[in-house]
């Protein structure tokens, strides 16, 4: 079987943030976008961090950590764009696990939930805290065209709210998977 391929987007402009967020410090001085990215690695074995053209900062330091990245060269239009730029580096995978750059406290624990989902079966899976859905969000490969296809700022919510019956919950014990960091306030109430 093919594998699940981890796909973390981080090619945001960060204009709610102030400042380029991919790179700002968590406590441990660990720039955010870094550290979701190992946090993904850590259940996919190939994990794929799509950036914007320029990159060069965010570059060196994924290439550092060993991380393969692809440019979206229309990341300025939109997280679609950016999701199947990373799907289109890599066509053959058995499913994708998306993850967002601004969300670094997500727990191994809900990446192994949601690519055991894939892995058994499941068409498109995501956690859940407490009833809320959550981040990372999976899709199996039967969405490959779809994902292809993607365009503007929605990423894959159109193919989630086109068969929300095919969406299996995973529910964690993980309030990261809600913990998205849109301004620096939310960095130190997060940690």
């Not at 503007?152 to 095919?166: F, H, M, N, V």
């Amino acid at each position: 079987m093919s594998q699940i391929v981890g796909i973390l987007l981080a090619a945001g402009s960060s204009r709610r943030f102030g400042a380029d967020k991919r790179l700002h410090p968590l406590p441990d001085g660990t720039p955010m976008a870094i550290a979701s990215a190992r946090h993904l690695a850590a259940a996919c074995s190939r994990t794929i961090v799509v950036i914007r053209p320029g990159d060069t900062t965010l570059a060196s330091l994924l290439a550092a950590e060993g991380l393969e990245t692809v440019i979206c060269a229309a990341a300025e239009q939109g997280m679609g764009h950016s999701l199947s730029s990373g799907v289109a580096a890599s066509p053959k995978a058995a499913g994708w696990l998306v993850a967002l750059a601004d969300m670094p406290y997500i727990q191994p624990v809900s990446y192994h939930a949601v690519v055991g989902a894939l892995q058994g079966g499941a068409r498109m899976a995501r956690p859940a805290f407490h009833g809320k859905m959550g981040h990372p969000v999976g899709f199996s490969a039967a969405h490959l065209d779809a994902l292809l296809a993607l365009t503007g700022d929605q990423g894959g919510k159109s193919i989630l709210e086109a068969d929300p019956q095919a969406l299996l919950l995973c529910p964690v014990d993980d309030p990261g998977v809600l913990k998205d960091v849109d301004a620096p306030p939310q960095i130190d109430a997060a940690d």
